[in-house]
């Protein structure tokens, strides 16, 4: 798995589904069309903004609320990378994987990051480095089953692979 480099944006605690693709869009399965209102009710030039590659960070709990995978689906079409965050919702995680979304969870980093700053996370160690900055931190690597339905692009593609 490649590591992913992008410029960061910053969110705080309990960014839950509904502000990350609000229920009003939930009319649409289409990644492309979800990705077009990403964040809006949070920040509504997210999608404006935001560059393929780009990374978002949060601190706790982040993905929180309902169970819909429209979630990580909207942030991945919206060109993100990754997501790093000191926890997630036990759901968005599982979601995130399923669709191929990397996560790192990482209560250092996600304090020690700010928004615009350009980060690298290396997905083999774990290692997510603040390049504005010159900080490090240690994250969770991801397991190899874990990047094998990653780099598959999620686990229906994993699986229809083998």
Do not use: W
Request: charged share 20%; proline share 4%; with cysteine.
């Amino acid at each position: 798995m490649k590591n992913a480099i992008g410029t960061v944006f910053k969110f705080g605690d309990n960014v839950d589904t509904d502000v990350i693709i609000p229920a009003r869009y939930l009319n649409s399965s289409d990644p492309a069309e979800l990705a077009t209102h990403c964040m809006e009710d949070i920040d509504k030039d997210f999608v404006k903004n935001v560059k393929k590659g780009d990374i978002i960070v949060a601190t706790k709990n982040f993905g929180c609320g309902s169970s819909r995978e429209h979630a990580p689906i909207a942030i991945k079409a919206a060109g993100v990378s990754c997501v790093i965050a000191e926890t997630f919702a036990r759901i968005f995680y599982r979601n995130s994987i399923n669709i191929g979304l990397p996560i790192v969870e990482c209560p250092e980093a996600a304090k020690g990051i700010d928004a615009g700053d350009q980060v690298e996370v290396n997905f083999d160690t774990g290692v997510i480095t603040n390049l504005t900055k010159g900080t490090t931190f240690q994250g969770q690597a991801f397991p190899e089953f874990m990047q094998k339905i990653i780099a598959a692009e999620g686990l229906v593609n994993y699986i229809n692979n083998k």
